[in-house]
Structures are given as structure tokens and as C-alpha cells.
């Protein structure tokens, strides 16, 4: 009997026991099944708090993008939304901030959306969840070619028109302001992905869309002009100028006529990590030895190319941009430096500029829009020189390929900013004198002349074997391509531009001058063409590189970023 009760004690523990545990179990998973939910209502919540954020950014934020007169920071608070959203846009912060990589203003957006939901003891517990996005100004480095009109420009004897050809093969965003023409002889070819526009129409001439117009190539007439030329943009990169070099220091004041003026020419050489600076005087034909005029250069020329001379009353020299020691008479140059800085924005003022060499950082060379001076040959008249930027020698970045080609993902920009022309000019080492010492030319750089064109300098030619001095050429060329009279007579093919970068221009510069034409030579003077656009600046321009507008004044923007800030 006894045994039995033990035994009888023993199962009613063991009962308890597992009546408890079974208890202990129930509670737990009942705990964690509240638990769930309320883990399960706070991601729904957190969900709509995601929501609420973008409502914010969709109804407020993206008004920074349409809205032109926007500068200023601003926010709203406590923004209604639906009741099931069970929340609030708590805020929407729209401001403007400078992108360091780009040197642009960013139209900035950030949206604090939140809701809430219960705990367990049924107070309600709110969440927060933001999301921003950034919307940048276009600039015209995203145009692998652009020109405000078909019309040629840049130098002297222009035609009346220009056209797209058998020669011309392009890639990227091609866009005019004006009418784009196919030559009657030969259909232009956009290379596929390419983006065509006109504000004005195509005119096809003889050829055919599916011709011109290949796969995956967008292409639209009768957009919105684009406004031109980009003075502000210009006045931007002066005003953030970190090197500011003054040639119009020997330029006097124009009511003042007993002083002849003297010009000033910059010349910029890229090394690594930094540049050279040279400037040197000269002055430009018609000049005056002892007084007296040497030479009868035309007006168109003498306003373009800067020559040396062996001297005038006083016996100084002046030198164009193909000195070098060496020469009779060599004085030197006025100044000279060598500056080591990876990331710059030079910009000269009055006068013209050289550049060429191996670039290894990033940098913007401006010239402003050129200044009037007085002839040495008289005084009394006044001329106006033009600002432009002359490329004697390959402009390639230091991890470019041999070819010219600039690698993806290249950190290194090159920005030329002309007030005037950005020329190709006519050296040995660019080609010239029939391709004597070398041919063609490798360029990497956004590219943009205001007044006029990138073109080749092709005037210094005569064109013929005879002596033609002033008619089609200037008859200056021969003397300083070996000081042979006929190195540069006659066809003066030079090679190709090799060029990775982007081409804007308000009209169409010549890289070729041949027949038929003003120029009776074939195949003729100057360059082919190898242009390809550098899709490295989509990703960020030069320093300080001008935005582009509509001609009313609005900006185009690109959203530059979009996401969401983790709490």
C-alpha cells in the first residue's frame, strides 16, 4: 500500500510538471506570436513611413525641377496624407548646395516621411524614414557636337554654307541650333546610341534617313534652342579663376594715341602634376620698322595669326607662337613658372593662349573675349583680337592610350574655354608642312569657342606654287617650316584629328580647305577627321564648365542622385 501512494505522489508531480511546462510553452509562443505582430506592424509602418518620404519628395520635392526661379532654402512640415498611410510627411527640405566634383549648384530635396504602430502595451510608436534626391544643371560638355549655326566660321575666306558629308562620322548628343545640312556628295554617318537634334530641320539633300540615321540613333527636329553663347558661364569660370594672367597689361587706354600697344601671348605646357607658364610681347602685321610699313597683310589675317618680327624703331623683337632660343634676336620670355596643382581654373584675359602637353589632373583654360589695340604700323587705328586658344602639340591625358583614346573611368579633364576660336594651329608638330616631321594631332578636351569656331589654321598656305602671297594664303608659312618657300605651297595634308572630348562652337570651323572651294588644291590643307566624344564628362565636367539654358532663361537638369538616408 505504501509503495502505491509514493507512486500515486510521484504522478501528480510529474503532471504539475508538465502542466507548468506546457503553460511556460503556451506563454512563450503566445509572446512570441505578439511579438511578431508587433515586429510585423512596425515593418508596415517603417513601409509606410518609406512611402510618405517619397510622397513628400514626388509632390513637393520635385518641384526644385521644374520651377526656374528657385534659389532658395525652404522648407513644409506636417503634410497631410492618406488616413490608411496612418502618418505624415513630417517634412520636405529643398535647398542648394555646390557639387564638389562637378563645381555646379545642386538642387538638393530631402522628405522625412513617418507613421506609427502599436506596442504591446497599445501606445502607439512612430517611425521615420527619409529620402533624398539631387538634381544638377546640364552643361554643354554632355554634346559630343553642337553649334549654334550651320554657317562656317573662323578664319578668312569662308563659303556660304557647310554640310554633313562622306568624311563625317560622329557619336554621342550632335545638336544645332539651326538647320543641319547633308552634302549633296556623300551621306554623314551617327553612330549607333548616337542622340540627333536641330531647333531648325534636316535637310537630307540626297540622302536617306536609314542612311544617316542608324540603328538605335534618336534623332528630333524643332526642339528648343539652346542659349548662346554661355557669357555667364564664362564669367563663372573668371570669377573662380585660381590662375589669372593679364595680357592686356600693355594695351593703353584707346583715347590715348601716342603709345603703340604691344600684345602678350601665354603659353601653357601640362607635365605631371602641374603646368608651365610662358608668356612672352610680339605684335601683329601690318608693323612698323623705323616707322615705316613692312608688308600688306590683310585685314582678315593680321587680326588671326601672330608673326614674328626682327624688329621695329627702338630694335626690341617680338615673337609669335613659334618661337624658340635660338632664333636671331631671342630676348626670352617675359615671365616664366612652373606650377604644381592637379585641379586648377587659369584664365587670361586679353590675349591669346597656347596649350599642348601630357595632363594629369584637371583643369579649365579660359580666355576672355578679346580686346581692341592699336596697329604699330598707324597708331591712330584700332583692331580687335580675337581670344583664342592655339594647340601647337598633342593635349593627351597621362593614361590615355597611344592612340589618343581616353580609358573609362579617367580621372583627368581638360576644359578649353575660347572667348574667340580654339585653333589647330599649323606646326611641325602638328603635321604641317605636308606632314614633314610627324602627322595628325591627339586632342583630349571638352572643347568650346564662342567667337567662332574650332577650325584648323590653314591661311599661313598659298595654295598654288606661284608666289600668291595675299590672296589665299599670307605667304608667312613657307619661312617657318624650314625656311623653305615651298614647304607649304600646294596641298598641305597634315594627318587626322584624333580628338576624344566634345566640340562646341557657334559656327562650323574648316579642318580641310580644298577644290571645289576658294582653295584650288586636292586633296588639300589641313586635317581628316577622327572625333569621338569622351563619355568620362557624363560623369563630371571640367572646372567650373558652363551650364547649359534655354534661350528663356530655364535650366535643363538631370537628376544627379536618389536614395534613401538609413535611420
Not at 603703340?260 to 612698323?288: A, C, K, Q, S
Not at 584664365?347 to 581692341?372: C, F, M, N, P, R
Not at 571645289?516 to 567650373?544: H, T
Amino acid at each position: 500500500m505504501n509503495l502505491r501512494k509514493s507512486q500515486g505522489g510521484h504522478i501528480a508531480m510529474i503532471a504539475l510538471i508538465i502542466t507548468l511546462a506546457s503553460l511556460a510553452l503556451s506563454l512563450g509562443y503566445l509572446r512570441w506570436v505578439l511579438g511578431e505582430r508587433v515586429m510585423h506592424l512596425r515593418r508596415l509602418a517603417q513601409v509606410r513611413a518609406h512611402l510618405n518620404a517619397h510622397e513628400g519628395l514626388g509632390r513637393f520635392g520635385g518641384q526644385i525641377a521644374v520651377d526656374k526661379n528657385f534659389v532658395n532654402d525652404s522648407i513644409m512640415v506636417d503634410i497631410p496624407v492618406a488616413s490608411f498611410m496612418q502618418g505624415l510627411v513630417d517634412s520636405v527640405v529643398v535647398s542648394v548646395g555646390e557639387n564638389i566634383t562637378s563645381n555646379r549648384v545642386n538642387r538638393i530635396a530631402t522628405a522625412v516621411g513617418s507613421s506609427y504602430y502599436p506596442s504591446f502595451t497599445g501606445e502607439d510608436i512612430q517611425v521615420f524614414a527619409k529620402a533624398y534626391t539631387a538634381y544638377q544643371p546640364q552643361g554643354f560638355e554632355e554634346f559630343m557636337y553642337f553649334t549654334n549655326e550651320e554657317l562656317p566660321g573662323g578664319g578668312p575666306w569662308l563659303g556660304s554654307y557647310v554640310s554633313f558629308g562622306t568624311s563625317d562620322v560622329l557619336e554621342g548628343r550632335v545638336h544645332s541650333n539651326g538647320s543641319i545640312r547633308m552634302s549633296e556628295y556623300g551621306c554623314p554617318d551617327f553612330a549607333e546610341g548616337s542622340d540627333v537634334t536641330t531647333s531648325g530641320t534636316f535637310m537630307m539633300a540626297n540622302c536617306s534617313e536609314n542612311q544617316v540615321f542608324g540603328e538605335n540613333v534618336t534623332y528630333a527636329d524643332s526642339v528648343p534652342k539652346i542659349k548662346w553663347p554661355p557669357f555667364t558661364g564664362l564669367e563663372r569660370v573668371r570669377e573662380n579663376a585660381d590662375y589669372f594672367y593679364n595680357s592686356a597689361q600693355k594695351i593703353r587706354d584707346p583715347s590715348d594715341g601716342t603709345r603703340r600697344d604691344t600684345l602678350i601671348m601665354t603659353e601653357l605646357t601640362f607635365i605631371e602634376g602641374g603646368f608651365t607658364v610662358n608668356r612672352w610681347m610680339y605684335i601683329i602685321p601690318p608693323f612698323t620698322q623705323d616707322g615705316m610699313f613692312d608688308g600688306t597683310y590683310a585685314d582678315t589675317m593680321q587680326m588671326y595669326h601672330p608673326t614674328k618680327t626682327w624688329g621695329y624703331a627702338g630694335g626690341m623683337n617680338f615673337w609669335s607662337f613659334d618661337y624658340s632660343p635660338g632664333m636671331a634676336g631671342y630676348i626670352g620670355p617675359i615671365s616664366s613658372e612652373t606650377i604644381y596643382d592637379n585641379r586648377a581654373v587659369i584664365y587670361v584675359h586679353g590675349g591669346q593662349v597656347i596649350v599642348k602637353g601630357t595632363v594629369s589632373g584637371e583643369y579649365t583654360v579660359a580666355t576672355s573675349s578679346g580686346t581692341d589695340y592699336r596697329l604699330h604700323a598707324n597708331n591712330s587705328t584700332l583692331e580687335y583680337l580675337p581670344g583664342n586658344i592655339w594647340i601647337t602639340g598633342d593635349l593627351v591625358y597621362t593614361d590615355s592610350y597611344s592612340n589618343g583614346a581616353v580609358k573609362p573611368n579617367s580621372p583627368y579633364r581638360m576644359g578649353l574655354l575660347a572667348g574667340g576660336n580654339v585653333v589647330v594651329a599649323n606646326t611641325l608638330a602638328n603635321g604641317g608642312g605636308n606632314q614633314a616631321l610627324g602627322s595628325g594631332i591627339k586632342i583630349n578636351a571638352a572643347i568650346i569657342a564662342m567667337d567662332e569656331s574650332f577650325l584648323v589654321h590653314y591661311w599661313q598656305n598659298t595654295a598654288t606654287n606661284e608666289v600668291i602671297n595675299y590672296q589665299k594664303g599670307d605667304g608667312r608659312g613657307p619661312l617657318r617650316i624650314f625656311n623653305n618657300p615651298g614647304a607649304t605651297t600646294g596641298s598641305d595634308v597634315r594627318g587626322t584629328i584624333n580628338l576624344w572630348g566634345s566640340v562646341v562652337q557657334t559656327k562650323r570651323g574648316y579642318v580641310m580647305r580644298n577644290s571645289p572651294g576658294p582653295y584650288p588644291v586636292s586633296p588639300g590643307i589641313g586635317y581628316y577627321k577622327n572625333y569621338n566624344y569622351d563619355y568620362n564628362l557624363l560623369e563630371y565636367p571640367p572646372p567650373y564648365w558652363p551650364e547649359t539654358q534655354t534661350v528663356e532663361g530655364g535650366e535643363f537638369l538631370k537628376m544627379a542622385s536618389y536614395g534613401e538616408v538609413v535611420y
